[in-house]
């Protein structure tokens, strides 16, 4: 191996010095705020948010695990995550693979078909008569999954990745008798896997951070997502202290908004340690190539 000359050692050494100032400025904001959220109300108001809080306090965690629909809401918003993102998953690969494939007919039209919606759009009320109307959809946990369903951006990632996958590997594959079906679950995905997590991960955050789906379609609230419950708990707190009807309400407003926060990126935070090395190679490729 060849040894690095003094000025490469300083180099390096501010670089690792960058990195880890660059990663302690990135951290800081969240335990700032997770300390925050374990702080009494009394020490953020007399003193600001610390690192050391002076006074610790889990009112705002208990605050939000009282309400009654709050672990209804916890399945409701995993339910709708896992189903969506595996349904758009299916749906967008099976589009961009079709559309990555040069000798399907019309694929260029197919691909202009995807391509409006994302410059162009209809507006807010023809789409909420369509779920409501047409598809009759209010009310039930398909209004929080299928408006989500397809993306043309995520159809876009996936047909340039899949256009990257030597046309060989499916040729050879049709050879020896495989349908598109099994060349598409049996060779493509596979080689595909950056690609599937990046798109995983986009889909998996929209579908967990959408509370206004929850807000235009559902009247139920055993259907309420986990967002869109935090919501109406935070503008029920914010609406009495307004008004100055706290009374014995012990719920502490401003270490409950931070509270809420890292309940709702809870789960992302655990699943994207998992994803995060396909993440860089899947968008870079998907982005630049076909």
């Not at 690095?4 to 180099?11: D, P, Q, T």
């Not at 494939?101 to 789409?127: C, D, E, H, Q, T």
């Not at 986009?202 to 951070?209: D, P, T, V």
Request: net charge positive; aromatic share 16%; hydrophobic share 55%.
């Amino acid at each position: 191996m060849r040894r690095l000359s003094f000025s490469g050692y300083i180099a390096q050494l501010l670089m690792q010095l960058f990195l880890l100032f660059f990663a302690i400025a990135c951290i800081y904001p969240f335990i700032l705020a997770f300390m925050a959220s374990i702080s009494s109300e009394k020490s953020i108001l007399d003193n600001g948010y610390q690192l050391i809080p002076s006074e610790f306090s889990m009112l705002a965690y208990q605050a939000v695990f009282k309400s009654k629909y709050l672990y209804t809401s916890f399945g409701v918003s995993i339910l709708v995550t896992v189903v969506g993102t595996l349904l758009s998953l299916i749906i967008c690969g099976m589009a961009g693979y079709a559309m990555s494939i040069k000798r399907v007919k019309y694929r260029n039209a197919v691909s202009m078909f995807f391509y409006i919606p994302m410059v162009f759009g209809a507006g807010l009320l023809p789409w909420y008569l369509v779920i409501t109307q047409i598809l009759h959809l209010q009310n039930t946990i398909w209004a929080l999954i299928l408006p989500g369903l397809v993306s043309p951006f995520n159809v876009f990632l996936m047909r340039n990745y899949f256009a990257t996958v030597p046309s060989e590997l499916i040729e050879s594959a049709e050879m020896d008798g495989a349908g598109v079906m099994r060349t598409f679950f049996g060779i493509i995905i596979p080689l595909s896997k950056p690609i599937i997590a990046t798109i995983t991960l986009f889909i998996g955050l929209a579908y967990w951070n959408d509370w206004a789906s929850a807000l235009w379609f559902i009247d139920n609230p055993n259907l309420y997502p986990l967002q869109y419950m935090l919501y109406r708990i935070q503008a029920i707190i914010n609406l009495v202290r307004q008004t100055g009807a706290m009374g014995d309400m012990k719920v502490p407003p401003e270490t409950f908004q931070i509270a809420t926060m890292f309940i709702t990126i809870g789960p992302i935070i655990l699943l994207y340690p998992f994803i995060q090395r396909y993440f860089v190679k899947g968008i870079m490729i998907g982005a630049v190539k076909g």
